[in-house]
């Protein structure tokens, strides 16, 4: 019987708010282990990783990288097991993680540098590969240490604060003995964030109903001001924040999920960039390689050690795939967002 991978692909472009119709599940048969090539690893994946930046590549439009092709298997990254190899160096039961897209399983060309990497789960969950030991993890790490730099007692604020990146801004801002204050969608998210992450004060923006109530609550948050901001959504929350923000600070824009369906997200008061000499620096952190060897030390360190939380949603079954992605855009997951395959 031939072994069947399931796959989802994008069928077609977004109008406006993405919909489960944008997608079509299809199955594919496995290639055979002899039917591969030189240097070809075949994966199976246990766990798909759902980002916001795959909104962005739904949409045919100038961007920092291609467009999602229509037609083809989404992009995302994984973690699995090698089941077959024609390469030195992976072994079958090895556990590897890489960009294997919304499908089952994936045939790797190994020999492209940074394709496939094998991970130790020994210490660390296989699922915190695609998470804070992750891109997620090391997007934190790039934003926070590289642009933001903070010191000992400066106050650094989050939004998206529950989230795969914002979760571990906060905690390794606080391991770096800065005040921490978060913004995150929801009375149980912001006591997460401060009682289980150890953020020292969370605003929970859906109980500010304007710009000027929220405003309120953050200057409460923020008496000494702000020295760093880690922005994943913009909009009211980031209008707010420049307000606040010290002279010289810094910010480091990773997301504008505010943004992703078209909506416009202008700058209230854009002169306080000038005013406050901030540096505003937007980043990708796929552009940054020399960074991970780094990130990965620490993150990986902190989460073998009980040093870092963190949280997971879980979807079960890549059919789950297109509904999970709608509500991370919404907010609705709790942590990363993932899809369990095995």
């Known amino acids: 019987m031939t072994l069947m991978n399931q796959q989802i692909l994008l069928d077609n472009r977004p109008q406006g708010e993405a919909s489960v119709s944008n997608f079509k599940l299809v199955s594919t048969p496995v290639p055979a282990a ?21 909104r962005g590549r739904m949409n045919d439009s100038k961007s920092y990288a291609e467009p999602q092709p229509l037609g083809q298997v989404m992009i995302g990254g994984t973690v699995g097991e ?28 190994a020999t492209q540098r940074g394709a496939l990497s094998k991970v130790d789960t020994s210490r660390v969950p296989m699922s915190a590969y695609l998470g804070s030991v992750g891109m997620p993890g090391v997007t934190a790490f790039y934003g ?49 964030v401060v009682n289980e992450l150890g953020f020292d004060a969370c605003i929970d923006y859906k109980a500010h109903a304007d710009a000027r109530s929220f405003y309120k609550a953050l200057k409460e948050a923020t008496p000494n001001g702000i020295d760093g901001y880690f922005e994943n ?7 707010s924040v420049l307000l606040r923000m010290n002279a010289f600070g810094r910010v480091a824009i990773c997301g504008m999920i505010a943004g992703y369906n078209g909506e416009p997200t202008p700058l209230q008061n854009p002169a ?53 992605f709608l509500g991370l855009l919404k907010g609705r997951n709790f942590g990363k967002q993932l899809v369990k395959l095995v």
């Not at 959504?233 to 209008?239: A, K, N, P, R, S």
């Not at 540096?279 to 552009?287: A, L, Q, Y």
Request: net charge negative.
């Open 82 to 109: 090698v089941v077959a190899s024609k390469h030195a160096r992976f072994a079958v039961g090895d556990h590897v993680v890489g960009l294997g897209g919304w499908q089952e399983y994936s045939v790797v060309d």
């Open 272 to 324: 306080l960039i000038l005013v406050n000499r901030l540096k505003v620096e937007g980043f990708i952190v796929s552009e940054h390689p020399e960074v991970w060897p780094e990130a990965m030390q620490e993150l990986g360190g902190m989460v073998a050690t009980g040093r870092m939380k963190f949280r997971e949603s879980v979807a079960q079954g890549i059919a789950s795939a297109p509904e999970a």
């Open 144 to 192: 926070l240490i590289k642009i933001i730099q903070p010191k000992a007692g400066e106050t650094v604020v989050v939004s998206a604060a529950s989230g795969a990146v914002g979760s571990v801004v906060g905690q390794l801002a606080k391991a770096r003995g800065c005040r921490v204050v978060g913004v995150a969608g929801g009375a149980d998210k912001c006591a997460y």
């Open 34 to 54: 002899d039917a591969l090539a030189d240097g070809q690893v075949l994966v199976r994946h246990h766990y798909l990783s759902l980002d916001p930046y795959m």
């Open 233 to 239: 959504v913009g909009g009211m929350i980031l209008d």
